[in-house]
Every structure is written in structure tokens, then in C-alpha cells.
């Protein structure tokens, strides 16, 4: 009689465990998605009108060889900040934030030199559609990296107050996968300019 009743009673299963993330993290992947789906677009109307026929050749401007070799760099250094947070190495990290800041700037700074390069070879944001893009896609990049220069020094003053070690990880880790979006962003157009100008 026991056993009849034990047989009776359904077995009750535990529920699978969902794949959870951080509310702050998803929207940092939406926004990236966006920037992504923002730059495909870019590009795309880039290679239209290219085969549309008046367009202006010219050379790519040298100094974008140098901040891509920066930008790779600072791609490093944000590495080397983030397992530096995992290991509570906190002097590493601190300096590591430092570093990528100083190369984040001098990215830019190469970035509005370029500029400069382009205007010396006449190559003008108005006039001929090959500068406006030009212009445009580098501009967009710059500003996208500015934004990523503010999560930067959000996350250095962070670093200096103690907030950013190996129990709180999440805010260096948003900054790492930015700043490595932005890096590996750049090195798409930089690619894409130079196989199609």
C-alpha cells in the first residue's frame, strides 16, 4: 500500500538555470551591434558609389599606418589592465589604465593629423564623394573613440578610488570589450580604405 502511494507522487524536476548577463553588459552588446550595423551600412554605400564612377584617387595618408600601430598598442595595454584587476595587481592596473589613455589620445591626435595629409594632397571633405567618405568613416570612428575615452577615464578614476580589483570586475571588463571593439573596428576600415580607395 505504501509503495502504491510513493508511485502516485509525480517527480517534481528542478528548473534548468537560465543564461543570465548583467543588464549593463547587454546594453553595451546592443550598442555595439548598432555601431556595428552603422559602419556595415557606411561601407556598403561606400563600394555603391565607388562603382558609380567619379572618383578621386589618391593616397592614403602615412600617418593612418602609425595609429593603427598605436591602436594596437592600446589594444595591449587594456589587456594587460584587465588581468592586472584579475590578479589585484593594482600598480599594474593603474599604470596599464594610464597607458591606454595616453594611446587613446594619441590615436586621435594621429587621426586629426591625417587630416592634415589628406588637405596637402587636396583631398577635401566637400567637393569629390571619395574624401566625404573618407572624412566621414574616420570622423564616426573618432567619435566613437572619444565615447570610449570617457569609459576609459571613468574607469581609471575608478581604478585610483579602489573600485576596480578582483571581486568587481565588471566595469574594466565593459571597458576591455569597447576598447577592443574600437580597436578591431578601426582596423576593419583601415583594411577596407586601403584595399578599396
Known amino acids: 500500500m505504501a509503495q502504491s502511494k510513493i508511485e502516485l507522487i509525480p517527480l517534481i524536476e528542478e528548473p534548468q538555470q537560465t543564461l543570465s548577463m548583467h543588464p549593463k553588459k547587454f546594453s553595451l552588446w546592443l550598442f555595439i551591434a548598432s555601431v556595428v550595423m552603422i559602419f556595415a551600412a557606411m561601407t556598403s554605400a561606400y563600394i555603391v558609389r565607388q562603382s558609380d564612377g567619379n572618383w578621386l584617387e589618391f593616397d592614403m595618408p ?97 581604478s585610483f578610488r579602489y573600485k576596480v580589483h578582483g571581486k568587481s570586475l565588471n566595469q574594466i571588463e565593459m571597458c576591455a570589450t569597447y576598447w577592443h571593439f574600437l580597436d578591431g573596428l578601426w582596423l576593419y576600415l583601415f583594411l577596407f580604405l586601403l584595399l578599396n580607395h
Open 62 to 158: 602615412p600617418m593612418l599606418w602609425y595609429t593603427s600601430a598605436i591602436i594596437l598598442a592600446s589594444s595591449g595595454t587594456m589587456h594587460w589592465a584587465y588581468w592586472s584587476a584579475k590578479k589585484d595587481n593594482l600598480g599594474s592596473l593603474k599604470i596599464a589604465m594610464s597607458l591606454t589613455v595616453l594611446l587613446g589620445i594619441a590615436f586621435l591626435v594621429g587621426q586629426y593629423l591625417s587630416w592634415g595629409e589628406l588637405v596637402d594632397q587636396k583631398v577635401y571633405f566637400v567637393g569629390n564623394p571619395a574624401g566625404s567618405f573618407m572624412y566621414v568613416l574616420t570622423g564616426l570612428h573618432g567619435a566613437h573613440l572619444i565615447s570610449g575615452l570617457v569609459f576609459l577615464l571613468v574607469t581609471l578614476i575608478s
